[in-house]
């Protein structure tokens, strides 16, 4: 059985990553991609599923963790009766598709066993493993190939690979597993202890960029570290999540496949990368993103591949138990077909933080701004799936609409000066007013007194908050503060947000999931909006001290069970952390920056 999610740390190399729980047992790992089938897969199954466990053999075991210093590389320190030893995890910078293994004898004498279980596809496919020299590894399914090379002497025991030693103060066994094509001759083996020395570096240099946000400085590093890990670097998109299918509710079927890159997270990407100095890779993330959508505007997806893929067909592994009997466990995700009217705004709200914030224009982006903002135009009065990507059928979601006003509103704000820019500046205006227009009358719910998540429902949702941080309407606005209201009211379990009540069924599925927590990030940022300072920082602890033990958070929280519930790490969730960070430590904070880019509206709205 896998562990809690809250139990297991991330390591990486910026194409792949792995997550190991506090046993050492590696548990999740896809090569070469975040996005390919998994070749250890126990998150999602059991050990037969595929894993890589290095772990003390005696009962019981103390464990502690840590990251390295500014680092990925993962510290588990093990204690028994008899003695104390370290495993070091990471996957190499420079020697990629790799995952590097060091136990370290520190005091006394220390038994370890390794168990490896390599099961490629998801689990499905059993290796023909051979012993290619006396401590090295081969196991081939069909293209597909791993290499172990290992400190210690194997056995092979019911398609298992096991191995067991004793570790004493001073000494280093190293072991690297790294993946290849099969039809290739056995790549050579790398010096493993100066891959770990040059994946320290890569990870310091990098971090060591990142300016200090006062109390927050190390959850903003280890989210910013979490982030950069997460990035494609081959093409500069950034997955969801590293995993698939940890649910929103355990035992359920809220069970999603997030290792692709969404439109609406380059906005609070670009936001955090760019608040923290690094328009690097605000710069490669907005090149992705504008690749990716170049085309037809009518076939601009809501989410797409690492490399801007666009075929992300859904489908379900029957032979994979799921996480905790949750099923099915998906592969590819069909919401890539939905029609989500917000991620035209999310669109022009990222390219026009990018200008704000510094970055230079891109040859390619007012051309495409133009042509979406025609098709736009057509179809910001349809029904949609809205930012949640519900399956019961489109609705008219205010939020959508909301974000269909921010489009033109940004359009309008970053025309240029000539005649014709200034022509099509009050054509946006124009259209942004009548969107305005439209969802202060058909968003907002007389009888309750608010603004109400689609139109001709009395539903609330947290998304709604987004009117005021996106400058739709000023923070205090009447409307908007009687929305906030009934939001806590009806949307706060123990002080977090669900992202709508999915208890009442509305969104086609099994009621019931956690709170969502990167709407817990949004309610702090319009405390901060409203001058509720201490609200906000309560809060935003709150969030904070429910990282793990090194640093990450997962997509919700369930308060009830005290337990991370979702796919994980999760990036919406990381970048709360560090723009809520800043807002509540900087005077001049982003998001009162970003609320003000919206033009006040008139009366008539």
Request: net charge negative; hydrophobic share 40%.
């Amino acid at each position: 059985m896998a562990a809690l999610i809250e139990d297991y740390a991330l390591i990486g190399n910026c194409r792949s990553a792995a997550l190991i729980d506090k046993c050492g047992s590696l548990d999740w790992l896809c090569f070469p991609r975040f996005d390919a089938p998994a070749c250890f897969a126990a998150l999602l199954g059991d050990a037969e599923n595929g894993r890589w466990r290095i772990g003390p053999r005696a009962a019981p075991c103390r464990v502690t963790r840590r990251y390295r210093e500014g680092t990925l590389i993962l510290e588990t320190t093990f204690e028994t009766d008899r003695g104390r030893a370290l495993l070091i995890d990471c996957m190499p910078m420079a020697a990629h598709d790799s995952v590097v293994r060091i136990v370290v004898g520190l005091d006394g004498e220390v038994e370890f066993e390794m168990d490896l279980a390599i099961r490629f596809d998801y689990g499905n496919n059993v290796p023909w493993v051979e012993q290619a020299e006396p401590l090295t590894l081969t196991a081939v399914a069909g293209p597909e190939m791993l290499v172990l090379r290992s400190a210690t002497e194997l056995q092979g025991l019911d398609y298992h690979t096991g191995s067991r030693f004793h570790v004493r103060p001073g000494q280093r066994l190293a072991f690297a597993l790294s993946y290849q094509a099969s039809n290739l001759p056995l790549q050579a083996g790398f010096d493993v202890e100066a891959a770990l020395l040059e994946t320290e570096t890569f990870w310091r240099t990098f971090s060591d960029r990142c300016p200090p946000v006062g109390r927050w400085s190390e959850a903003v590093k280890r989210s910013l570290i979490t982030l950069k890990a997460m990035t494609y670097e081959p093409t500069g998109g950034m997955v969801a999540a590293v995993t698939t299918s940890l649910p929103e509710r355990l035992g359920g079927e809220r069970n999603w496949d997030y290792r692709y890159c969404w439109l609406r997270d380059a906005t609070m990407t670009l936001l955090a990368f760019m608040h923290l100095g690094y328009y690097e890779e605000a710069g490669a993330w907005r090149a992705w993103l504008l690749r990716s959508v170049a085309g037809n505007p009518e076939q601009m997806q809501i989410m797409y591949g690492l490399g801007g893929e666009r075929r992300l067909t859904e489908y379900s592994l029957p032979w994979l138990a799921g996480y905790e009997g949750s099923t099915p466990v998906r592969v590819g995700n069909a919401a890539a077909v939905q029609s989500q009217v917000d991620i035209y705004g999310e669109l022009a709200d990222a390219l026009a933080q990018a200008v704000k914030g510094g970055l230079a224009r891109h040859p390619r982006s007012s051309a495409i701004a133009r042509v979406i903002l025609e098709y736009l135009e057509k179809v910001w009065h349809k029904p949609d799936e809205g930012i949640w990507e519900v399956r019961g059928g489109p609705q008219h979601f205010t939020h959508s609409k909301v974000m269909a006003w921010v489009a033109f509103d940004r359009a309008a704000h970053l025309a240029d000066t000539t005649e014709q820019g200034q022509a099509q500046a009050r054509h946006y205006r124009m259209v942004a007013d009548r969107i305005h227009r439209e969802v202060c009358r058909r968003g907002f719910d007389k009888a309750l007194g608010c603004f109400v998540q689609a139109y001709g429902s009395q539903e609330m949702d947290a998304s709604l908050l987004q009117m005021a941080l996106t400058g739709f309407l000023p923070a205090d606005d009447p409307r908007f503060v009687a929305t906030l209201a009934q939001i806590e009211k009806r949307l706060l379990r123990d002080g977090l947000l669900l992202r709508y009540d999915s208890d009442t069924g509305c969104d086609g599925l099994t009621p019931g999931e956690g709170t969502f927590l990167v709407c817990s990030f949004w309610l702090a940022d319009v405390y901060v909006l409203l001058g509720r300072q201490g609200d906000a920082q309560v809060l935003f602890e709150r969030l904070c001290s429910l990282c793990n033990d090194v640093g990450l958070l997962a997509e919700q929280y369930d308060p009830r069970s005290g337990r991370m519930l979702g796919n994980f790490p999760q990036a919406f969730s990381h970048i709360g952390i560090i723009n809520t960070a800043l807002n509540l430590h900087r005077l001049q904070c982003p998001v009162r920056d970003r609320a003000q880019s919206g033009r006040k509206p008139t009366a008539s709205s």
